[in-house]
């Protein structure tokens, strides 16, 4: 079973508007009362992730920091960040 949720309402999002680490960090924040859910979901083999499109035009170079403390609180609800490029001519 495949479930997820798009959490920008099929949107795209100017990371000069809206910096990738306050929205991970606002959704972290969202989803902490689901903790226990996400435990349960991956210690049955399931997976939650962070799955971000990054579209870049005019350039391949692409630059984010991820600060420790955003790490960890997305470690401790169990979901990963998937990042994946799609630099645009």
Not at 25 to 48: C, D, L, Q, V, Y
Not at 56 to 85: G, Q, R
Request: aromatic share 14%; hydrophobic share 40%; glycine share 4%.
């Amino acid at each position: 079973m495949r479930w997820s949720l798009d959490l920008c309402n099929g949107n795209k999002f100017d990371a000069e508007t809206v910096l990738f680490e306050d929205f991970i960090s606002s959704k972290n924040a969202e989803f902490k009362r689901h903790k226990s859910f996400f435990n349960h979901i991956r210690s049955s083999g399931g997976t939650i992730e962070y799955f971000v499109g990054w579209f870049s035009v005019d350039s391949i170079n692409m630059t984010i920091y991820l600060e420790p403390s955003l790490l960890k609180s997305t470690a401790d609800l169990d979901i990963s960040i998937v990042l994946c490029a799609y630099p645009e001519d």
